[in-house]
């Protein structure tokens, strides 16, 4: 697999243009509604917490044109969270979503349904994100007929262009998504989306639930699709190694906040921060075969209740006072990473 998808990477995006998508201070919070016991408790005088997940925790991220940028994080993390928020699924919190310089939230009318058709997400479960009761005709042909992206006299035609370009045969249009397997499910998921014509896909853990060598043909595809479309990506996956093949840059998430953003290769050669260097000591390589492999140390925080300062601070074995109360900022540490630790600082 390796080979192939490393092979159909393209160049990076150059660094002086403007990014596609920009988000600029964005958080997410999701308040849970009390139920009839806490609403009881609280009318008779108890005090009663309302609980807030911290999903995604002040992010600043630029996406350029053309680039695929892998988001990595441990389950939990708020990676699928930040994923819908680029796609305008979610709204945020706080902060900013700018679409080529434009605030996505002060768009309108024509502008605001353009600027959501030209991104869209991809999701992990290619089943569950089909309606079972639509033909493939009709999930894929039903938004850009909706949208007036295709006359009435066209439609059979550029459904079975969608298709082909996704690698299906026209002729099972008329079947429904059940009657297909994993990989062809996912591929009908591909073409629902490039049916509107994005030109930004947000790629939700798109093949972790497909077999590996289903995987492969999906990643070459979405790299043909890369550079025939000239699609950008933000492609959100657990799995290192296909990040690894696959991405420009790499965005390291922990607990709703990045912690480091780099090259994919200097992530990989030269990981900074102590948390994407626990990651990467832990994948299993073949010159590491009698090492014993264990994950790393502890277990992640709530969102409900994070950590103050450094949220990785309870697992970090270099940890100091500073960390426990002291939020780190995203710099520089050298000329290659964006990393947030203490320990860049020197002190």
């Known amino acids: 697999m390796s080979g192939a998808v490393a092979a159909a990477r ?12 920009e988000l600029r201070g964005i958080s997410k919070r999701f308040a849970r509604t009390p139920d009839f016991a806490a609403r009881l408790a609280r009318r008779l ?19 350029r044109k053309g680039e695929v940028v892998g988001l990595v994080g441990e389950s939990g993390c708020g990676k699928s969270t930040l ?14 979503v700018l679409r080529n310089g434009r605030d996505i939230a002060t768009l309108t009318g024509a502008e605001a349904r353009l600027g959501k058709l030209r991104t869209q997400m991809i999701f992990q479960d290619p089943y569950a994100s089909l309606n079972p009761r639509m033909k493939v005709a009709e999930i894929v042909g039903e938004a850009p007929r ?23 045969d026209p002729a099972l249009k008329r079947r429904y998504p059940h009657q297909f397997s994993g990989g062809q499910r996912q591929r009908i998921g591909i073409a629902r989306a490039l049916a509107v014509q994005p030109d930004v896909l947000v790629c939700d853990e798109a093949v972790a639930a497909l077999d590996v060598s ?13 550079r025939e479309l000239d699609l950008t990506y933000l492609f959100i996956s657990h799995d290192l190694g296909v990040v ?5 840059r790499v965005v390291i998430m922990y607990l709703g906040r990045v912690v480091e953003e780099a090259p994919a290769e200097a992530v990989f050669r030269r990981p900074n921060h ?20 264990a994950g790393v140390k502890g277990e992640i925080p709530s969102p409900l209740n994070p950590p103050p300062g450094c949220h990785f601070h309870p697992r970090c074995p270099f940890a100091f006072d500073r960390c426990r109360v002291e939020r780190p900022a995203l710099r520089w540490p050298g000329p290659i990473p964006r990393s947030a630790c203490h320990l860049n600082d020197g002190s």
Do not use: C, W
């Open 10 to 21: 393209g160049p990076s995006a150059a660094a002086d243009m403007p990014p596609v998508i």
């Open 45 to 63: 005088g108890a005090p009663v917490r309302e609980e807030v997940v911290h999903a995604v925790d002040g992010v600043d991220l630029a996406i």
């Open 83 to 96: 994923g819908r928020m680029v796609a305008g699924i979610l709204p945020p919190t706080e902060g900013t």
């Open 146 to 168: 909706v949208h007036g992206l295709v006359p009435r006299g066209g439609f059979d035609r550029y459904v079975d262009e969608q298709l082909r370009r996704a690698g299906l």
């Open 214 to 226: 289903i995987q492969a043909q999906i990643l070459n595809l979405f790299m043909e699709l890369r």
């Open 244 to 248: 690894e093949h696959l991405s420009d």
């Open 274 to 293: 102590p948390y994407t260097q626990a990651l990467l000591a832990e994948v299993p390589r073949i010159e590491a075969r009698k090492r014993a492999f």
